[in-house]
């Protein structure tokens, strides 16, 4: 099976243990983080793609990709979209531009938005089941927008639309990437039909294994296959002892911030179905198996990607290993010191990772 990396890149340092600081955007900071991304592309460390997120008080993340990809070489750009904010017709075309301005290098992850508050900020005041009802629509118009060679009509429940140009085309054929997100039965309905990649957070073995059962099962109805991504904060050492001591300290200055750095302060029980996961797997405690470490997801009521693997680079890429062999063939990875992270992971991480996959795959065929 293949083997992607995604890292993550944000407009201006932030994290749960650095509060965000000055300007919405730095742009010096954007670009030496997606460059940090791609440093170690030569010795087999260099990430994919990266990530870029859609929070409701955030700078464009089209426009951030576009001026990140002008910086760099071989990266891929990930942008997080919501579907409802924009007609899928400009958004098939912005997604199209940006595939053509990077040579290529764009793919869009669909989020339909778990939290209902988050939502109004925006003006979407639709149920969670009904936001994935329209994404249903929504993607259906991009991909066939996307695919065109001829004017597109759609006549749904959400989009009345005659006559959309395909003209603006995309590099990649016949159409970009679709990564998808969301666990409730809603979003696995609808990733069946339409995602390329289905993401979910850093779950213990058996969650992951129950989850994507479901997705396949689901993809298989449409006579299609669906492959995963897995997204983990990698804490790293030169021992184990000293990535576990690491992991304690990023703890401890994680419950001092209290996850408003990029989460928010956040009350109660998170309304949506992965964070719900998250702290189903931190009631396991706070080492539910091996490397796995929940302790942080706790801490900030699992708003966001917050579980860890920790020990040293070989520990950590091995750990990788064994949800590989689940079926996971992605992971999107990212620091709490992000900028430092991405650039260690580059240098170990990344390519040992590569290396002891391949060893594994080599053992594999000459046993059959």
């Known amino acids: 099976m293949s083997l992607e990396f995604i890292g993550m890149i944000q ?15 730095d742009p010096g900071y954007l670009v030496a983080s997606a460059q940090a991304h791609e440093a170690h592309a030569a010795e087999g460390g260099g990430f994919d793609r990266v990530l870029i997120g859609w929070f409701s008080n955030g700078p464009d ?8 990809s002008a910086h760099t070489k071989q990266v891929g750009f990930l942008v997080a979209h919501r579907p409802g904010f924009q007609a899928p017709t400009t958004a098939a075309r912005a997604f199209a531009t940006l595939d053509q301005l990077s040579g290529g290098r764009a793919a869009i992850h669909v989020i339909s938005g778990g939290d209902d508050q988050d939502q109004a ?15 249903d629509e929504y993607v259906e118009v991009l991909k066939r927008v996307w695919t065109a060679d001829a004017l597109v009509d759609h006549e749904g429940a959400y ?16 159409r970009i990437p679709i990564y998808f997100g969301g666990a409730s039965d809603a979003a696995i309905r609808v990733a069946g039909r339409h995602a390329d990649v289905y993401a979910l957070w850093g779950e213990t073995r058996a969650q992951v294994a129950e989850i994507t ?22 804490i790293l050492g030169a021992t184990e002892d000293e990535a576990w001591a690491r992991a304690e300290d990023i703890l401890a200055r994680t419950v001092r ?3 408003e750095a990029a989460l928010g302060p956040g009350q109660g ?13 931190a009631a396991l405690g706070d080492r539910p198996e091996g490397r796995l470490y929940t302790a942080i997801a706790r801490a900030t009521g699992a708003r966001g990607n917050t579980t860890a693997l920790v020990g040293t680079p070989r520990q950590v890429a091995e750990a990788l290993l064994d949800y590989h062999a689940l079926g996971v063939t992605t992971f999107l990875i990212r620091g709490f010191d992000p900028l430092e992270d991405a650039l260690e992971y580059g240098r170990t991480l990344l390519p040992l990772t590569r290396q002891l996959l391949a060893k594994r795959t080599q053992r594999q065929t000459a046993a059959e």
């Open 61 to 68: 993340g089209l426009q951030l990709a576009a001026h990140a």
């Open 121 to 135: 900020r925006d003006g979407d005041w639709l149920g969670k089941d009904e936001r994935y009802t329209r994404t």
């Open 159 to 174: 989009y009345r639309i005659q006559g959309a140009s395909p003209a603006v085309q995309t590099v990649q054929r016949p």
């Open 257 to 259: 911030v209290r996850g």
């Open 11 to 25: 407009p201006r340092e932030q994290s749960e243990v650095h509060p965000p600081r000055g300007p919405a955007i």
């Open 213 to 234: 059962g479901r997705v396949r099962a689901e993809a298989a109805q449409h006579g299609r296959q669906v492959r995963f991504s897995l997204s983990f904060r990698p």
């Open 269 to 281: 029980t998170p309304a949506n179905a992965g964070s719900q996961r998250l702290l189903a797997a």
